[in-house]
């Protein structure tokens, strides 16, 4: 969304938008209520008054500092980044419902610790507490100085992120607007996941 953002702004100046980051019950009741135009989550969910457009499919990937000891594999399985001392994102989160979908034959145990948001939980990582699993969108930039990441194999836990509006609802222009600068953003991180 940063991205969508900023080119939004440089093609709209004038126009503000208010990004909530809340639960996708959060979402779908702002949409069906009319205080959001769009949403965005992990799960387009069964509600015929919703259209859901999926966006891209990113992979979860394990956050470590650059001199921890799991940072000089290639990757790494689920089972040693919980005894490095996994940090998670919170329960009812969209992250870690997928995260306990995808491992619920592993019969994995409760995190070290919870964030209720990516950058809390990157924070902590840096300064030390432990390791994070987070999907591709969420993970820090690879030239960071402190933090890298490395796959997560054993299983391979993908999600889907989906653009979501109110079926029957004409979005406003500007709406509109940001519903194409969304669809043109994820187009090029699929080419870009494609191509990498």
Do not use: C
């Amino acid at each position: 969304m940063p991205v969508v953002l900023a080119n939004f702004q440089r093609e709209y100046p004038m126009v503000s938008v208010t990004l909530k980051e809340v639960s996708r019950h959060q979402i779908i009741a702002g949409l069906r209520s009319g205080d959001a135009e769009l949403g965005i989550a992990n799960v387009p969910g069964e509600d015929a008054d919703l259209d859901a457009t999926k966006l891209v499919t990113d992979r979860f990937a394990l956050v470590m500092r650059r001199d921890h000891a799991l940072a000089s594999q290639d990757a790494v399985n689920w089972v040693d980044g919980v005894a490095a001392g996994m940090i998670a994102m919170a329960t009812g989160t969209g992250i870690r419902l997928e995260m306990e979908r995808g491992l619920q034959e592993l019969g994995h145990s409760s995190p070290l610790h919870e964030a209720e948001h990516p950058a809390t939980l990157l924070a902590m990582v840096e300064a030390g507490v432990g390791v994070a699993p987070l999907p591709g969108l969420a993970l820090p930039a690879a030239d960071h100085p402190v933090l890298t990441f490395r796959r997560l194999l054993d299983p391979v836990i993908e999600r889907d992120l989906y653009l979501i509006r109110r079926v029957g609802r004409d979005l406003s222009p500007a709406g509109r607007a940001l519903y194409r600068g969304i669809q043109l953003v994820a187009q090029s991180i699929r080419e870009r996941t494609a191509a990498g």
